[in-house]
């Protein structure tokens, strides 16, 4: 069974800085994985996905993560944070378990922009 | 495009009552989710339903918690008699067919005295 691992529970960065989410996830296929982010008091909102087209994929507000098999990893990132960026993300993958596929997500990573 | 509609917003009550959450899901998506999230974790999958048929409901504690999407569209989810371990998030997802990406509603919070 596919699971899911978010390092940092919490992670903060100055406004402007590199903005650097990791996700390891545990599989011996090709997963198919995704990043969600949510803000106060809303649900998930899709950042972006991977399903077995390129490796380096690009979200929505600047966002990109990279599928690394080698590494079992599918870490987040953007160049430059904005406070606005301040949120939870969700690092989460299609599991399939008891003859179902469904998707399992990470805990959580918080980010906090600092001014 | 709405996107997945979920109500009430907020819910407040108190342990050994019932309480009942209603979904919407995007039109056309076929699949249709109930999640919880507790507070400091990831959303765990409660119930899927593809069409008016349960797919998933493996994590579904059954002798509280029950839900249906009898015409195949919106859903309700039921909690009675609900437990202080019950305060969380309720989520509502949906996908289109043949897609693994899931749309989120904006959940419910569940408070339970």
């Known amino acids: 069974a596919q699971s899911v691992t978010q390092l940092g529970s919490h992670v903060s960065v100055s406004e402007g800085a590199l903005v650097l989410l990791r996700c390891n996830y545990s599989?011996?296929?090709?997963?198919?994985l995704f990043w969600y982010v949510q803000y106060p008091n809303q649900g998930l909102q899709l950042l972006l996905k991977y399903t077995s087209a390129a490796t380096l994929v690009k979200g929505i507000n600047g966002f990109e993560a990279e599928f690394k098999k080698s590494e079992t990893s599918f870490h987040l990132t953007k160049p430059s944070a904005h406070m606005s960026d301040a949120a939870e993300y969700f690092c989460?993958?299609?599991?399939?378990?008891?003859?179902?596929?469904?998707?399992?997500f990470g805990k959580g990573t918080k980010l906090t922009v600092n001014p | 495009e709405a996107g997945v509609a979920q109500s009430p917003r907020y819910k407040i009550i108190e342990k050994r009552q019932s309480v009942a959450f209603w979904c919407n899901p995007i039109?056309?998506?076929?699949?249709l989710y109930w999640y919880q999230q507790i507070l400091g974790q990831g959303p765990k999958l409660l119930i899927q339903?593809?069409?008016?048929?349960?797919?998933?409901d493996s994590q579904l504690p059954k002798d509280r918690f029950s839900a249906e999407r009898l015409k195949g569209v919106d859903s309700t989810l039921k909690i009675q008699p609900a437990k202080l371990e019950d305060s969380a998030v309720y989520l509502c997802a949906s996908s289109p067919p043949y897609s693994w990406t899931q749309y989120f509603g904006p959940g419910t919070r569940l408070l339970v005295l």
């Open positions: 989460a993958a299609i599991t399939s378990q008891g003859g179902s596929e469904k998707l399992v």
């Open positions: 599989s011996s296929v090709p997963p198919y």
């Open positions: 039109s056309g998506h076929a699949t």
């Open positions: 339903f593809q069409n008016n048929g349960v797919v998933d």
